[in-house]
């Protein structure tokens, strides 16, 4: 029933794996704003505001995310790139197993 307007758990999966796509086109220059908002919408939390880093969480993820607090405003470097892509794809790989699971089961 991915079709349902506002479904979160399958009709938002592919959107948000194509926006993962976009970023991950050139993890030389990832947008910073981009990623925040992908890293948001996906549920992530920013856990420690202030300092040199914020770290992100999320309850499907065993690591924290680090991102340098002086990337915030541009591109992040090619390995905090690399870090946030790999972070995101965890969460939309359990979400999809998540999906994929109910819909066995239903």
Sequence with gaps: M???????LSGQ???????LE???QN?????VRKAVSLLKRLGATRRKKGG????????????PLTVPS??????LKPYAGR??????????????AEGGS?????
């Design 52 to 63: 040199s880093d914020h770290v992100f969480t999320h309850p499907l993820v065993d690591w």
């Design 22 to 24: 976009g970023l991950k």
């Design 13 to 19: 999966v592919p959107r948000e794996r194509k926006l």
């Design 70 to 75: 002086h990337s915030l405003k541009g591109t």
């Design 102 to 106: 109910r819909e066995q089961e239903g």
């Design 83 to 96: 870090e946030v892509v790999q972070f995101i794809e965890e969460i939309l790989d359990v979400k999809e």
């Design 2 to 8: 991915g079709s349902i307007k506002g479904d979160r």
């Design 27 to 31: 993890l030389n220059a990832v947008p």
